[in-house]
């Protein structure tokens, strides 16, 4: 069974730059989410998806970030502008359902540095 | 709100010891507790879930126990190994609603040859 893809590994962009992210969840996979990870702490979710539809958006900065899951397979994650504050791992993850019991799979992330 | 720590936050071992990872958290109302492991540049391995109906699970060498009375969750790993080292992270879920994990920020572990 493949993994969960993301792309980019790595990004460096200046601040007031946009940049985006791309996922591809594990085939069959119904729920998608976004985590941001910075530096030394435990990831936080910014976004969760059931299909094409948001479940959960509460944390996600919505004046800068951006996420969308067309046809409820992929997903990108834009920021636009970005701040030096945004420098973190971004992880996708993806299970097979929603349900708080069922484990989530995740990608290797995309490391984003600002300058 | 929730808030999730774990102690010690790096830990250094010779291989073989047994060790213990502790996890504790503010609200006892919770549905579910799992251990992660995270290598460098790399993303979450699910280590073990525990059910908040159950004490403890095991995996191998991990053992994973929970007391929701007063907060704690230990991760047990018995004879450890080089390929041990790597950040483990422990997160909870609510009991209610559809609340996301919440994680601490891990402990880092080397076990040295």
């Known amino acids: 069974e493949a993994g969960v893809a993301q792309s980019p590994r790595y990004k460096i962009i200046e601040k007031r730059q946009s940049v985006a992210f791309w996922c591809n969840p594990i085939s069959g996979h119904a729920t998608l989410y976004w985590y941001q990870q910075i530096l030394g702490q435990g990831p936080k979710l910014l976004i969760q998806f059931q299909n094409n539809g948001v479940v959960d958006d509460s944390q996600l900065p919505k004046d800068r970030f951006s996420a969308e899951r067309l046809k409820g397979v992929d997903s990108t994650l834009k920021i636009q502008p970005a701040k030096l504050e945004d420098s973190a791992v971004y992880l996708c993850?993806?299970?097979?359902?929603?349900?708080?019991?069922?484990?989530?799979?995740f990608g290797d992330g995309t490391r984003l540095s600002i300058l | 709100k929730q808030e999730v720590t774990q102690i010690p936050a790096a830990l250094s071992v010779p291989e073989g010891e047994n060790l213990v990872l502790n996890c504790s958290f503010t609200?006892?109302?919770?549905?579910?507790l799992q251990w992660f492991r995270q290598d460098p540049g790399k993303g979450l391995t699910s280590l073990l879930l525990i059910q908040s109906s159950q004490r403890e699970q095991t995996s191998g060498r991990l053992n994973a126990s929970l007391d929701k009375s007063s907060g704690r969750s230990t991760l047990y790993i018995a004879a450890s190994q080089p390929g041990d080292s790597a950040t483990y992270l422990c997160?909870?879920?609510?009991?209610?609603?559809?609340?996301?994990?919440?994680f601490g920020k891990g402990t880092r572990l080397s076990v040295i040859a």
């Open positions: 993850a993806s299970s097979p359902v929603q349900g708080r019991s069922q484990p989530q799979h």
């Open positions: 997160a909870v879920r609510a009991y209610s609603g559809n609340t996301p994990l919440v």
């Open positions: 609200d006892s109302a919770i549905y579910n």
